[in-house]
């Protein structure tokens, strides 16, 4: 699978995508998630370990994420076949004595724990895993019911703000730079009293520094591609006070659902293709591959 | 919802409603194969049954059997299943209601004959963590290979009705004489040496959704219906919940799909004769 950027989208199988942030999915646990369209299964054994499955068991099709995680396995409900850490069943319970076949295995997806979340990567990925931001920190996942692309147009343009009671500030200049060593885009928004800079870094990566009222803080935003018409929003920030930063995110998805911000982003979405480098185009267009 | 072109389904018989459920000179909507239905009692107590959309097609055949009322869309060449211990009066009938499933008709039956989930799904009644192990049993095609049955089936059951009182060793016979029906034929625990019938009648409304209709013929004068009855929806439940998130929805017929193991046998069995019937109503063909 080639990673050549004329055809990178939003939704690339070869790229690395949050699912669930690291503090989210203890030891012994496990949470069903959907990542492009794919239902997966994202567990932690006793030891710790994270894996990533299809959420459907290989033997009639149950829902793994119905099991239940046991020391270094997860067991499926419906028959109580056990898989080790590496999917292969290790356990049928109806015939103890036997072994399973090496067929009994569930489906596998590249998984990577790093910089506070568990990412996977639906196809063969052509990048190794994410590497740690310093000093971020993973405050929350928010699912937003917009369009990805929305989402990102969003991100791009708007400033989070951290001070309650504040009009969102629009943005009324902006201006856009390519940076030359691949896919990003750098991009200034200003408003009366606000800036932003925000980078788009790799797919589904943003990073952010806004200003306001001279004070600048900046912010990374993971995004995970879930259901069509629907994403989720992974939110890291250096800052102790993640009580105003996980406000201030509310405050901004909710602010998307005011009518004349949502046309406002219509426009930034097509503003934004219409900006990128040609090469870029499907970043912002970003169907399905 | 449109109605099912494949040949190998309209042909067959289908439970629809239980008779006495449908008053006199009072009339009931339903959906079967795809097709809406307008059930209508008379005052003469007898049924009809029209297409709610003609389009063309002849009649639905309706008939009055074991106090349901079955229906064919097409031109069957075989007669409604036949069940002789209907008219053996010594046990008792229960109409076990009818259930709703978002699912296939065929996930149903499946599951119904399935013995090595009783243990993680009805732990503490049809089964236990402790004895999950499942023998040896044998797959068998009777008349003609129009019925496929699974016999000498057994298991160590906590609680195995409502009758039952303390763990034993249950034997079964299950009987699937077509692809929508199933009847498991179990060792009374309150007349030694007879058996309980328990049977599922499948309405496909369309491939991935279904009622389940259902009676139970068993030697218990001890119970009364609701205990019985009570008894069957926790169970009911607890399968629902599985057959709720199954994917895919419809019924794989390739072994490649799914992984099955030796207790699967009558699981392997009935998806192979469904696919040498030619049924493609309610099952997935997808080669892998
Ligand atoms: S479906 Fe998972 S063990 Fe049978
Ligand atoms: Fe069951």
């Known amino acids: ?289 | 919802m449109t109605r099912t072109t494949d040949l190998v389904a309209l042909n067959d018989w289908y439970v629809v409603a239980f008779t006495s459920e449908i008053p006199k000179g009072h009339s009931e909507t339903t959906v079967l194969l795809g097709q809406s239905l307008v059930i209508y009692r008379g005052w003469d107590g007898e049924f009809q049954c029209a297409l709610a959309h003609g389009d063309g097609h002849p009649p639905p055949l309706v008939r009055q059997k074991y106090g349901f009322l079955w229906v064919s869309l097409g031109r069957p060449d075989h007669d409604i299943v036949s069940v002789p211990e209907f008219s053996e009066h010594e046990r008792r009938f229960i109409h076990r209601g009818r259930i709703g499933v978002p699912s296939s008709g065929q996930r149903v039956i499946e599951n119904f004959f399935d013995l090595s989930h009783f243990s993680f799904v009805h732990t503490g009644t049809l089964g236990g963590y402790e004895s999950a192990e499942v023998p040896k049993y044998s797959v068998e095609f009777r008349e003609q290979e129009r019925e496929l049955w699974a016999v000498g089936c057994s298991f160590v059951q906590p609680k195995a009705s409502a009758a039952a009182g303390a763990a034993s060793t249950i034997y079964y016979d299950y009987r699937i004489p077509s692809p929508f029906i199933s009847i498991i034929y179990k060792d009374s625990l309150v007349r030694p040496g007879r058996k309980d019938l328990i049977g599922l009648f499948i309405q496909p409304h369309d491939e991935e959704s279904c009622t389940v209709h259902s009676f139970a013929l068993v030697h218990d004068e001890q119970n009364v219906s609701t205990h019985i009855l009570h008894f069957y929806h926790e169970i009911f439940a607890q399968d629902r919940s599985i057959l709720l998130h199954q994917t895919p929805k419809k019924l794989p017929v390739s072994p490649r799909r799914e992984i099955p193991t030796i207790s699967d046998a009558s699981s392997i069995a009935y998806r192979r004769w469904l696919d040498r019937s030619g049924l493609q109503f309610g099952l997935d063909r997808a080669s892998a």
């Open chain 1, 1 to 289: 699978m080639s990673s050549d950027a004329s055809t990178l989208t939003l939704r690339n199988p070869w790229s690395w995508y949050p699912v669930v942030a690291t503090k989210d999915l203890e030891r012994g646990t496990l949470a069903p998630v959907v990542l492009n369209g794919e239902r997966l299964v994202v567990w932690r054994s006793a030891a710790g370990r994270a894996s990533a499955w299809s959420d459907r068991c290989p033997h009639r099709g149950m829902r793994l994420s119905f099991g239940a995680v046991h020391q270094e396995t997860l067991i499926c409900p419906y028959h109580g076949w056990t898989f080790a850490d590496d999917a292969y069943c290790v356990r049928i319970p109806a015939h103890p004595g036997v072994a399973p076949s090496r067929a009994a295995r569930a489906r596998v997806y590249p998984t990577a724990e790093a910089d506070g979340y568990v990412w996977v990567c639906l196809g063969e990925p052509s990048t190794a895993a994410p590497s740690a931001q310093p000093g971020y920190r993973a405050v929350r996942t928010l699912h937003f019911s917009h369009p990805l692309e929305d989402v990102v147009a969003a991100f791009m343009t708007i400033p989070l703000q951290l001070e309650t009671g504040r009009a969102v500030s629009l943005p009324t200049e902006i201006e856009w730079t390519r940076k030359a060593d691949g896919p990003s885009v750098a991009e200034r928004t200003i408003a009366s009293s606000a800036a932003l800079w925000a980078e788009f870094e790799a797919p589904g990566m943003i990073v952010c520094e806004a200003r306001r009222d001279g004070e600048n803080f900046s912010y990374f935003i993971r995004l995970q591609p879930t259901e069509s018409g629907s994403c989720a929003v992974h939110a890291a920030w250096p800052g102790s006070d993640s009580l105003s930063f996980n406000r201030a995110l509310i405050r901004f998805r909710n602010d998307l659902q005011q009518p004349e911000i949502a046309s406002r982003l219509r426009d930034m979405r097509h503003k934004l293709h219409e900006l990128m480098p040609v090469h870029l185009a499907g970043l912002i267009q970003g169907e399905a591959p």
